[in-house]
């Protein structure tokens, strides 16, 4: 027989790998690249947010130093004003004395600016030498002049080497007389270009850090993908012919677990595909016989009459067997579908004296019934009774003429077993797990199976189909027994579901 293969949907997986892992555009459309140039992107976005973000917050914070430094300004004016106006009346000369006196020792922040305007035109600063918008005969201070309340803003002047002006403008009132305007100003321009300085040094230092990060996510995202790569090259190699491949797990988390599961996938794949393999090779052994048996008794068959009788029912007699082995395959394969079972209610003592009368007429034997039990249960009435006479029958030819075959049932814990004893040759210890398998036999018979060795699988297929097992005692020498437990109400049922099939037999024409 032909090896087995994959199916074609495992095939064309493993195909798809193959190509992706041996494709031309390599290393750039490696799902490690992909993941880096993602990253790369997600981070050069929140750098590029950032900078104007980094921007307006150092201009906020040197807004807001500026203005209190000003305010500052305007204080320590103020309270000297206050002083000297303290001190008695003044006229204009006195006030002019003043700003002089006072302009002399201040030292005003750099890009700051006190300036004095007096009604008369009389104009003097902190430092002397003023930007062009502050100087006298501007418009600004024109309009500075003005004033007549406490005013403070910002003023746009377009010049990128002024850049804007922050002022705080506070009349003059002496003896209860306006005589001209206080005004502490602030230029921008240098205050923006140390912003832009920290920018772009917060520019370089992230770029830097960036190409650093780039390049330990390269490695990192190398290493975590470790088991996705090993996972990609033993699919790889995972052929028609070799499903033995592995992965090597180490550690814990997603990644180990994916490796165990897909470990345990190919577990349960290899086992699958060594069962179907065998089940197709001991088929086809099974059909080869009696195909062969036929083939060559056709081939030597004669004009004889007798003769021809003869090979007609050797060959139905084969055909037979083919028919019911046929039937025992299509019987398992139903066994894992929903509907295999058709439930109904069966009392336990009277279907167990029909059981024995079923099976005394398999073989001459010393049959014996025990314990018929009691109760009943809910159950598929042709699947249990074809499992106990696969039992029966197993019994027979496991035994010669007048050894002993005991059949029973008992309820007990709400299961109902039924048993089929023998004391016949027994199976070795080491063959009691096989002889369920399908195809199975138990070596060291007293005869040859007429079946195909799909029996005990039958039986162990009811059961499980019922929720329930079969279980063997044996011992080589003194015999066997199984026994058949099923639970006495399928969980599942529903009332209505306990109905009685009616099986109507067709007449023939």
């Known amino acids: 027989m032909a090896g087995v293969k994959l199916p074609q949907v495992f095939q064309s997986v493993t195909q798809s ?34 900078v104007p973000i980094f921007n307006h917050l150092i201009v906020l914070r040197t807004d807001r130093r500026v203005r209190e430094d000003l305010q500052e300004d305007v204080e320590s004016f103020e309270a000297a004003f206050d002083a000297w106006e303290a001190s008695g009346e003044h006229d204009d000369e006195s006030v002019v004395e003043f700003a002089e006196e006072f302009f002399l020792g201040f030292r005003p922040e750099d890009d700051n600016f006190l300036l004095v305007l007096l009604n008369d035109g009389y104009y003097r600063s902190a430092p002397s030498s ?57 230029t921008t321009a240098g205050e923006q270009a140390e912003a832009n300085d920290a920018v772009t040094v917060f520019l370089g230092v992230a770029g830097s850090m960036m190409l650093v990060a780039f390049g330990l996510a390269w490695v990192a995202t190398g290493r975590v993908l470790e088991p996705v790569q090993a996972l990609a090259l033993t699919v790889r190699d995972i052929g028609d012919t070799n499903l033995s491949e592995r992965l090597a797990v180490e550690g814990s988390g997603e990644l180990a677990e994916l490796g165990n599961r897909f470990n345990a996938m190919l577990d349960r794949l290899e086992t699958t595909f060594e069962t179907q393999r065998q089940f197709i090779n001991d088929a086809g052994h099974e059909f080869r016989t009696p195909i062969t048996v036929i083939r060559g008794h056709l081939e030597l068959m004669g004009d004889d009459p007798e003769e021809q009788q003869e090979t007609l029912e050797l060959v139905i007699d084969e055909l037979d067997r083919m028919t019911r082995f046929v039937n025992d395959m299509i019987l398992l394969a139903r066994s894992e579908r929903p509907d295999f079972l058709q439930h109904n209610s069966i009392d336990i003592e009277e279907f167990t004296e029909q059981l024995f009368a079923k099976a005394i007429v398999l073989g001459d034997r010393n049959w014996q019934l025990h314990n018929r039990g009691t109760g009943t249960i809910v159950g598929d009435r042709q699947r249990i009774t074809g499992a106990v006479m696969n039992l029966a029958e197993n019994a027979v030819q496991h035994t010669d003429i007048g050894d002993t075959i005991e059949l029973g049932a008992r309820v007990t814990a709400g299961v109902v077993q039924w048993w089929v004893s023998d ?22 018979k007293r005869r040859a199976s007429e079946g195909a ?27 066997s027994t199984f026994t058949l437990e099923l639970p006495l109400l399928q969980p599942e049922l529903e009332p209505s579901d306990l109905t009685i099939p009616i099986f109507i037999k067709e007449r023939k024409s």
């Open 423 to 444: 004391s016949g040759s027994g199976i070795p210890a080491e063959q009691q797990q096989r002889i369920f398998q399908r195809f199975a036999r138990a070596t060291g």
């Open 453 to 479: 060795g799909l029996g005990l699988a039958i039986v162990k297929a009811i059961a499980e189909a019922h929720g329930g097992l079969v279980e063997l005692s044996s011992q080589v020498g003194r015999g």
């Open 17 to 50: 790998n193959q190509e992706s892992l041996t494709s031309p555009r390599g290393v750039l459309w490696a799902t490690r690249t992909r993941i880096l140039v993602w990253y790369a992107i997600y981070a050069i976005a929140f750098v590029a947010l950032s």
């Open 130 to 186: 003023l930007p062009d918008g502050l100087r006298p005969g501007s418009p600004t201070v024109r309009q500075w002049l003005q004033v007549n309340e406490v005013e403070s803003g910002s003023i746009a002047t377009g010049d990128r080497d002024i850049g804007n002006i922050i002022y705080i403008i506070n009349p003059l009132q002496v003896d209860e007389q306006r005589r001209g305007v206080l005004v502490a100003a602030h």
